[in-house]
Every structure is written in structure tokens, then in C-alpha cells.
């Protein structure tokens, strides 16, 4: 199982829900998101939760790219370009997915808690 998690840390795409996460967190703060996403009940609850999260993307990249230009968010390192750093497309959700049929609650349980403690965006608020 530590060969899994490894692979789940160091996934591309997962970093990418990790980041998108992290913009969500600052841009909705819903922070029950991240409750269901720790602890879906089984492999069709995880699969609700990313759907939840992912739908309203357009409109989170939005006011993060908004937020950005008025001063609201800053956005720490080298990560400009929102849209390319921050969406999350077909080919990842459905990395995501597969990585997490096995053990859904731990997936979820491990990107909840990076996307939690995500740093790549601060409110300046």
C-alpha cells in the first residue's frame, strides 16, 4: 500500500486537483467539500464529491483570475498562467478516479489534506 501512496503523491494530475483544490479552498471556502471528499462512504460517494468539486471550476477559475488582477489572491511562486495550472481536465479526473477505486476514502482522505494545506495561493483578504 506505501508503493500506492507514494504514486498518489507524486502523480501530475493529482498535484493538479491539489492545486485546483487549493483555489477552490480560497475562492469558495467550502470547506465541507473537503469533509466529503475525506470520507466518502464508498467508491460512488468519491466520484459525487469530484463531480461536485469540478462543476463549478469555470466559475472558480473566474473569480480567481478576477481576484488576482484586483489584488485579492496572491498567487506564490512561479504559477501565472491559471487556466493552465489550475483546471482540471478530462485525462486527470479520470487518473483520479482510477487511483482512487481501490480505496476511495484514503485517496480522498490524501487530497483533501494537500489541497488543505495547499500554499500556493494566499487571500489577501
Known amino acids: 500500500?506505501?508503493?500506492?501512496?507514494?504514486?498518489?503523491?507524486?502523480?501530475?494530475?493529482?498535484?493538479?486537483?491539489?492545486?485546483?483544490?487549493?483555489?477552490?479552498?480560497?475562492?469558495?471556502?467550502?470547506?465541507?467539500?473537503?469533509?466529503?471528499?475525506?470520507?466518502?462512504?464508498?467508491?460512488?460517494?468519491?466520484?459525487?464529491?469530484?463531480?461536485?468539486?469540478?462543476?463549478?471550476?469555470?466559475?472558480?477559475?473566474?473569480?480567481?483570475?478576477?481576484?488576482?488582477?484586483?489584488?485579492?489572491y496572491e498567487v506564490v511562486g512561479e504559477i501565472r498562467e491559471v487556466e493552465r495550472v489550475f483546471r482540471i481536465g478530462k485525462n486527470c479526473l479520470s487518473r483520479i478516479i482510477e487511483l482512487a477505486k481501490d480505496n476511495p476514502r484514503l485517496i480522498g482522505s490524501l487530497i483533501a489534506s494537500l489541497a488543505l494545506a495547499y500554499e500556493g495561493i494566499k487571500s489577501k483578504r
Open 1 to 72: 500500500m506505501s508503493g500506492n501512496i507514494e504514486a498518489v503523491l507524486k502523480d501530475e494530475c493529482v498535484e493538479t486537483y491539489v492545486r485546483y483544490l487549493g483555489a477552490f479552498k480560497n475562492v469558495e471556502s467550502d470547506y465541507g467539500l473537503f469533509d466529503k471528499l475525506a470520507r466518502p462512504r464508498d467508491f460512488e460517494d468519491f466520484v459525487r464529491v469530484v463531480y461536485e468539486s469540478v462543476r463549478l471550476q469555470d466559475r472558480v477559475l473566474d473569480r480567481l483570475k478576477e481576484g488576482i488582477s484586483k489584488g485579492e
